[in-house]
């Protein structure tokens, strides 16, 4: 009986090594057969993310740090975007490795209410956010063609609303953004060029300092561009897609580093536009508006218009992608589905399109200080999260293989504290 029972063992044993093999197999044929629009077919989620953080809240802390501080906060650009680049990897692999949606993850290995207090978080965090997209589409729409910003700021919110009704949400989603994103690039790349920043004094803003008064600007700064809400999310994208432990080497060269090192590149573009206007005109620029008018006599009607078309896509995609995922997570959070198209999650995101537009039609005296002040807030909610990502991205029986690193961990632990002593500066500013 015992040899039987030895024999039997022996054969399921084989049996397991055997479909282990022949799924490495699988997944080593799928790597070798992958064409050029099979790496294109990878891209898209971290993109996602990286129009949400390239928002109006984004460019205008860019403007306002070129404008007062010169060339001197690029480093607060260069440093965010490299962190931001661990957090959201932490995310793709959770979205790979977990079974479930990283909320429901969260919620099955840490308990209940710490799932639901992410939910609720992130869900703050995209009111917050709404609000600077709706300031900055109406006004980015109106530097365009013209007429009230605020008109145009309800006629962005109803086509945002628009796109969101379709039946394949994400999908439709995705593919705005990247087309949106590439649009981006161009129209801030082009202004860049009229401008003809000091390259050299530019690269010595990559070397940490830190000028009198800049505090809350920087705190803005890290917020919009090291955005740990937006990285948490990344894990829904990748399940949407169903991607596997063979895509994950070829989804970091494709879309993780790009998605999230380009918008970091079009924030320090805004960050050089500002400061090299500013020395060539002697304007003043504290608001998007205001640098679009101090730009036209440098670069003329069409690179005035070439910084207001980038503008009003970043408020475009920013609005899209970040009631998308407010409305998904907080969905998962209550138990109601982890995906963008379900009817709470529907309900969410109208919720968070409306407040956008009821706060920018109540306070339209200041929304350039409500879009710094919003922006600076995220960053209260931020630290639950980036613990959440790295104690699940640690835990061995849910990631196997795809577990942290040392060096992952090290980056992990930097960007940790960074945004914990940002939340704690903001909090003696806002005191004091």
């Known amino acids: 009986m015992r040899e039987q029972n030895k024999t039997i063992s022996r054969s399921g044993h084989r049996e397991e090594q055997m479909a282990t093999q022949q799924g490495h197999q699988a997944e080593d044929a799928t790597k070798k057969q992958r064409t050029f629009l099979g790496y294109l077919a990878l891209m898209g989620p971290a993109f996602v993310v990286g129009a949400w953080q390239f928002g109006p809240g984004n460019l205008t802390t860019a403007v306002q740090a070129g404008s007062r501080y010169d060339y001197t906060l690029v480093w607060v650009i260069a440093v965010s975007t490299i962190l931001m680049i661990f957090f959201t990897d932490m995310s793709v692999r959770?979205?790979?490795?977990?079974?479930?949606?990283?909320?429901?993850?969260?919620?099955?290995?840490?308990?209940?209410?710490?799932?639901?207090?992410?939910?609720?978080?992130?869900?703050?965090?995209?009111?917050?956010?709404?609000?600077g997209n709706a300031v900055g589409s109406g006004l980015g729409l109106s530097l365009v063609f013209g007429g009230s910003p605020v008109l145009w700021t309800v006629v962005c919110t109803a086509a945002v609303a628009l796109v969101l009704a379709f039946r394949n949400v994400y999908g439709i989603v995705?593919?705005?953004?990247?087309?949106?994103?590439?649009?981006?690039?161009?129209?801030?790349?082009?202004?860049?060029?009229?401008?003809?920043?000091?390259?050299?004094?530019?690269?010595?803003?990559?070397?940490?300092?830190?000028?009198a008064g800049s505090e809350i600007l920087v705190v803005a700064l890290v917020g919009t561009n090291f955005s740990i809400n937006a990285a948490f999310y990344t894990s829904y994208?990748?399940?949407?897609?169903?991607?596997?432990?063979?895509?994950?080497?070829?989804?970091?060269?494709?879309?993780?580093?790009?998605?999230?090192?380009?918008?970091?590149?079009?924030?320090?573009?805004?960050?050089?536009?500002a400061a090299s206007v500013l020395g060539q005109t002697g304007g003043e620029a504290t608001s998007i508006g205001a640098l679009a008018s101090i730009f036209e006599p440098l670069a003329g009607p069409v690179g005035s218009m070439l910084f207001a078309l980038g503008l009003s896509g970043a408020a475009f995609s920013?609005?899209?992608?970040?009631?998308?995922?407010?409305?998904?997570?907080?969905?998962?959070?209550?138990?109601?589905?982890?995906?963008?198209g379900s009817p709470a999650a529907r309900i969410v995101t109208g919720v968070i399109l409306a407040f956008g537009l009821i706060i920018t039609l109540s306070f339209q005296s200041s929304p350039v200080g409500l879009i710094v002040i919003a922006q600076s807030l995220t960053v209260l909610i931020a630290p639950l999260l980036g613990v959440l990502l790295i104690v699940m991205s640690n835990k061995t029986a849910v990631m196997g293989e795809l577990r942290n690193k040392w060096w992952q961990n090290f980056f992990a632990v930097v960007g940790l504290i960074t945004i914990v002593a940002s939340s704690l500066r903001l909090i003696t500013l806002l005191i004091g």
């Not at 090192?261 to 573009?269: C, N």
């Open 94 to 131: 959770l979205g790979i490795a977990t079974p479930t949606s990283l909320i429901t993850s969260i919620k099955e290995h840490l308990g209940r209410p710490l799932g639901v207090l992410a939910g609720l978080g992130v869900f703050g965090i995209t009111l917050m956010f709404s609000v």
């Open 174 to 211: 995705e593919k705005a953004l990247l087309v949106i994103v590439a649009l981006m690039a161009v129209a801030f790349v082009a202004s860049a060029v009229v401008a003809q920043p000091d390259w050299y004094r530019a690269l010595e803003g990559a070397i940490p300092s830190l000028p």
């Open 237 to 273: 994208g990748v399940k949407e897609h169903k991607r596997t432990r063979a895509d994950y080497r070829d989804i970091t060269l494709v879309d993780t580093i790009p998605g999230i090192v380009a918008p970091g590149i079009m924030t320090a573009l805004v960050i050089l536009v």
């Open 318 to 340: 920013s609005m899209i992608a970040n009631a998308t995922a407010g409305g998904t997570m907080l969905s998962d959070a209550m138990g109601r589905g982890a995906k963008a």
